[in-house]
């Protein structure tokens, strides 16, 4: 079983352009996905710590 980008017995690379493009495509994909990730994260996270702020300035105003 030959894998992308190795050759055949002739000699011949089996990784067409269009298979080039296509893996360029997905690792950018993949690379979008995370960055959207890694910025959720983020948000989630600032806003975790500004409400646990938030919770224990008022906490101890209020007690």
């Known amino acids: 079983m030959k894998h992308v980008g190795e050759k055949s017995?002739?000699?011949?690379?089996?990784?067409?352009?269009?298979a080039s493009g296509m893996r360029?495509?997905?690792?950018?994909s993949v690379s979008q996905i995370l960055q959207t990730a890694r910025s959720n994260v983020?948000?989630?996270i600032n806003f975790?710590?500004?409400?646990?702020?938030?919770?224990?300035v008022y906490g101890?105003?209020?007690?």
């Open 9 to 18: 017995a002739g000699g011949n690379k089996t990784d067409a352009p269009e």
């Open 24 to 28: 360029t495509e997905f690792y950018s």
């Open 42 to 44: 983020y948000r989630a």
């Open 48 to 56: 975790a710590m500004v409400e646990a702020h938030w919770k224990i």
């Open 60 to 63: 101890i105003q209020v007690n």
